[in-house]
């Protein structure tokens, strides 16, 4: 799907989520990437295939709180 001169991640690759957006909808709380995962603004994804993935991100904001 992707065309640009440096391609996106595959849709089955773990960095899937940082395609390209071709139609972002921040209202609806959602994006369409070039390589076709419906990214979710609570990180889930769906695949072409139609798979659902939960948020598998793990941040790591311990270090950004003082007390």
């Given at each position: 799907?992707?065309?640009?001169?440096?391609?996106?991640?595959?849709?089955?690759?773990?960095?899937?989520?940082?395609?390209?957006?071709?139609?972002?909808?921040?209202?609806?709380?959602?994006?369409?990437?070039?390589?076709?995962?419906?990214?979710?603004?609570?990180?889930?994804e769906?695949?072409p295939?139609?798979?659902?993935?939960?948020?598998?991100?793990?941040w790591?904001?311990?270090?950004?709180?003082?007390?």
């Amino acid at each position: 799907m992707c065309v640009h001169p440096t391609p996106c991640p595959d849709a089955t690759s773990d960095a899937r989520d940082l395609a390209a957006v071709v139609s972002g909808h921040p209202e609806q709380g959602w994006s369409l990437l070039c390589n076709g995962v419906v990214l979710f603004d609570d990180d889930g994804e769906l695949l072409p295939d139609g798979r659902a993935v939960a948020d598998h991100h793990q941040w790591r904001t311990a270090g950004l709180v003082s007390a």
